[in-house]
């Protein structure tokens, strides 16, 4: 880290960055991930309620617009991956969907600038919710013997092959679907959050600097912007990648062979 | 700087946060449950609602189509069996037409017929008649005649009769004769 330390003092940003102190008072509770989570309930809850208030046959604009977010889950990560029981599992996805999609976007909305998915502990929440129900379901659907013994002696494999397969099949089931889920959209929030950190940071620095290094200065910036696109695309990309897992999962408990 | 490296070794990005879970769990459920009770039977409502204004109003147009065919259909249908009536009643009317002209036809011949026959009966006799008359007119005449000339009463019936006879058949064989 040393190494990156200019003349002129420049801190390039580290994981550091991310551990901001509370909003105001002293409390764990107020800093601004937490915030932004309970500001993206809400806007989900106010958006989604008056979208869908009047169940209108012609709908609004309004209705509309939630119909196409709801329709999309339904549909497409819903009824296409899960099949004939999809509606029992569409509340979990859409809310799954909804909620890290508005707390990803909040990472590039000014003034919010942060995601607060790239705090590891809400993924860890989120991935819990796929990861517990899953479970339950292909417990409910094919009773717990018969469902450990599917995930762990896979059939239709040679009796040889178990050594190597069943550990690695239940660590399938039981640590890297969680982790994977989680990880996967923690260090995208938190690399791409990064990443608009170098670019915005450095170019303020820059400007600061000698007459050289402010012509340099509109680069940093323009790539900050591009970026900034960029991670728009990144985070509608992870809302539909986890909502796509959980169904997957989802969908393979409840099929008799995964 | 110092403080700043102590917070960086202290925070590993992969140690999740106790409060941070608690927000997390506590936040994500108020939403499930919000969306759970409120929006999905709504967008559901709404859906089906659509599906069967849709599907209503398909049904509906067949609906209508098919009472359209089958209007046409009986229409059709009456059309040719009034066109198969019409006929029917022209043919009908024509065998009626010549059935009476032929009936008229031999009414008239035969009230012809009959008053051919009638006058041909009149006829005879009245000519049986002229030649009974003309007889007994010639008869008494020519007795007359003969009474005169010969001078002698022909009182006798019988006698005259026969002399009548005699007479008209000397004329009959005079008048071969010639």
């Known amino acids: ?187 995208n929030m938190f690399a791409g959050h990064l990443l608009l950190l170098v670019f915005i940071m450095g170019g303020d620095h820059l400007i600061k600097g000698v007459i050289g290094l402010k012509l340099v200065a509109p680069f940093s910036f323009t790539l900050g912007i591009v970026m900034t696109f960029f991670e728009f695309m990144v985070q509608c990309l992870q809302a539909y990648i986890f909502t796509l897992l959980s169904a997957l999962y989802i969908a393979g408990a409840l099929s008799d062979e995964h | 700087m110092k403080t700043r490296f102590a917070a960086e070794a202290a925070a590993n990005p992969l140690i999740p946060h106790t409060a941070e879970l608690i927000v997390g769990f506590i936040a994500f459920t108020l939403l499930f449950l919000v969306l759970r009770r409120a929006v999905v039977p709504m967008f559901e409502k709404a859906f089906a609602a659509r599906t069967e204004a849709i599907q209503g109003g398909i049904e509906k147009a067949e609906r209508a189509q098919a009472e359209a065919a089958e209007a046409l259909q009986s229409y059709t249908a009456q059309l040719a069996d009034a066109r198969g009536e019409a006929t029917k009643i022209r043919e009908e009317a024509r065998v009626q037409g010549a059935a009476i002209i032929e009936d008229l036809r031999s009414r008239a011949q035969e009230e012809a017929a009959r008053i051919t026959a009638q006058a041909h009966a009149s006829i005879e006799a009245e000519r049986q008649a002229a030649i009974t008359s003309l007889r007994l007119e010639v008869g008494s005449l020519a007795t007359d005649l003969a009474s005169k000339i010969v001078g002698e009463a022909l009182e006798d019936q019988a006698r005259q009769s026969r002399v009548v006879d005699r007479f008209l058949e000397d004329l009959a064989t005079e008048k071969g004769r010639n």
């Open chain 1, 1 to 187: 880290m040393r190494a990156f330390a200019f003349e002129g003092g420049f801190v390039p940003p580290s994981t550091a960055d991310f551990n901001l102190p509370p909003a105001f008072g002293n409390s764990e509770f107020t800093t601004k991930p937490i915030l932004l989570v309970f500001l993206s309930v809400i806007l989900v809850s106010v958006f989604f309620v008056a979208a869908s208030r009047k169940a209108l046959v012609v709908p609004t604009k309004l209705q509309f617009a939630g119909e196409l977010i709801y329709g999309f889950v339904r549909n497409d990560l819903g009824k296409e991956i899960i099949g004939a029981e999809f509606m029992r599992f569409v509340p979990l996805l859409f809310s799954l969907f909804t909620f890290i999609l508005t707390n990803n976007i909040f990472g590039i909305v000014p003034l919010l600038q942060f995601p607060a998915m790239s705090h590891v502990s809400f993924p860890y929440v989120l991935a819990a919710f796929p990861f517990i129900v899953f479970h339950w379901v292909g417990i409910k659907k094919q009773g717990l013997g018969h469902y450990l013994k599917g995930i762990a002696f896979m059939p239709g494999v040679p009796k040889a092959v178990y050594v190597l397969l069943t550990p690695i099949e239940i660590a399938t089931f039981f640590l890297v679907r969680p982790l994977t889920l989680s990880l996967r959209l923690f260090a």
